[in-house]
């Protein structure tokens, strides 16, 4: 059974400093995928990583992949407020079912 | 483009009583539509994924009986929650995929609908 972990589950970051979010994952997978969600909204799509080594960027937000470590990273530069939410990564299995992280809430403070 | 609705956007309805909820793709064919539910502060787990022309494939512990998943044509999905209780108050997430990738859309993406809060008293 695939499983999905995130760490830290909850992240209160400073603005302007940065941090990681990590996603482990058990089984070999093609596809990782990273999204955000806001509080009583549904999810926005932020990467998806198809290959080992992959890295992808945009704005503040940096994902990479190390598919033989089965970890995925979520770097966050210089953070600012308008970054708080609820991030997830998801994970493809059989039948590109996909399975969800536990998800990482972010909380920027002043 | 990719775009994937929900109707409604949130519901109440009475413990007992049946609801049911579409998930449409207004700009592509989604041969493939999957449901999900969301308990507040939790993560999206899979319920089932829904065939165009075939049955529904429900994940290990969702009731099929309660659960009922209609994929009639390449652009809806309907979950039917039935003799809807309180604790299946949650967050229900569509996505719809576009495997064969001939509609335009990238064929190993799930694009998520804006999601139907459903409330039973």
């Known amino acids: 059974e695939l499983k999905v972990e995130q760490n830290p589950l909850f992240l209160s970051m400073q603005e302007g400093k940065n941090y990681t979010i990590y996603c482990n994952y058990s089984t070999t997978s093609d596809r990782l995928y990273w999204y955000r969600q806001d509080p009583g909204k549904s999810l926005e799509s932020l990467f998806v990583l198809l290959s080992n080594g992959a890295v992808k960027q945009e704005g503040r937000l940096m994902a990479s992949l190390d598919t033989k470590a089965r970890l995925s990273t979520l770097h966050i530069t210089a953070a600012v407020h308008d970054l708080s939410a609820t991030y997830f990564c998801?994970?493809?299995?059989?039948?590109?079912?996909?399975?969800f992280g536990t998800g990482t809430r972010l909380q920027v403070t002043l | 483009g990719a775009v994937v609705s929900q109707h409604p956007s949130w519901v109440i309805c009475k413990s007992g009583t049946s609801v049911k909820i579409e998930c449409r793709s207004l700009d592509f064919q989604a041969t493939t539509m999957f449901w999900y539910r969301q308990f507040p502060k939790q993560s999206l787990m899979l319920m089932a994924t829904s065939n165009e022309g075939s049955k529904a494939t429900y994940e290990q512990g969702v009731e099929k009986d309660k659960f009922l998943i209609n994929h009639a044509s390449l652009t809806l999905s309907t979950l039917t929650v039935t003799s809807a209780h309180p604790e299946d108050s949650s967050f229900y997430i569509c996505s719809a995929r576009d495997p064969t990738g001939t509609s335009g859309v990238n064929s190993y993406e799930q694009y998520f609908g804006p999601g139907t809060r459903l409330t039973v008293t």
């Open positions: 998801a994970v493809t299995g059989t039948a590109s079912k996909l399975t």
